[in-house]
């Protein structure tokens, strides 16, 4: 995903008006807008499957898994994650500002955005207990875990089993790399089929 700053100043009011009519998405921080290119698929699989399998495991609970079109608002700041679950129902249409978990896969334009800029600003959001950063050219999931007042972070890789206490989902590694086709996978399934 790529993102192209824009120069002009807009308010909160503009840039909300806006995204309902425009073609692509921007994230909005601050004043300035960032237009939103298109992803690998590697990025695509990884999202579908993930979204995939919350949405399968809370399928009659209250919570809503929802992918890149829908905003996480804060403060000043709207961002689309690639995948947002939210439990609370009640708020905008277009945005939630009570996410329990987010996850977005690191793509080189945007990684240093969602590993500072975005990584501080979702841990101000009260609700939030989970931040999941997934590698698409590496198997490496980092998930930053809110326990009582204190972030707490760990790095998951092939082997591991992941349990996401937001939602009460518990995924392998393996499964979340399922049909993704990166250097580690290909030698996992390589060692794999040897093993067989």
């Known amino acids: 995903m790529v993102l192209h700053a824009l120069d002009d100043f ?11 009519e425009s073609e692509i998405k921007h994230e909005y921080i601050d004043g300035k807008i960032y237009a939103m290119g298109g992803v690998s698929r590697s990025h695509s699989i990884l999202t579908s499957t993930m979204s995939r399998e919350f949405g399968i ?3 009659g609970k209250s919570c809503n898994t ?20 939210e439990c609370d129902e009640k708020g905008d249409d277009y945005y939630t500002e009570s996410p329990v978990l987010i996850v ?10 969602d590993e500072i800029t975005k990584l501080r600003a979702y841990q101000t959001i009260p609700s939030l207990i989970e931040y999941v950063l997934v590698s698409q050219d590496v198997v490496r ?18 082997g ?17 790399y399922d049909r993704v086709d990166n250097e580690d996978m290909q030698e996992y399934m390589r060692k794999r089929g040897e093993g067989q």
């Open 57 to 59: 495991h809370l399928k």
């Open 10 to 20: 807009i308010s909160e009011e503009e840039y909300l008006k806006g995204e309902l």
């Open 141 to 158: 999931v980092m998930v930053f875990k809110r326990i009582g007042d204190i972030w707490e972070n760990r790095i998951y890789a092939l």
């Open 160 to 176: 591991d089993t992941i349990l996401f206490e937001s939602i009460g989902l518990t995924l392998t590694v393996e499964e979340i």
């Open 104 to 113: 977005e896969v690191l793509s080189p334009s945007t990684r240093v955005r």
């Open 66 to 85: 929802h992918q890149s079109d829908f905003k996480v608002r804060v403060e000043t700041k709207y961002f689309y994650p690639d995948i947002v679950v």
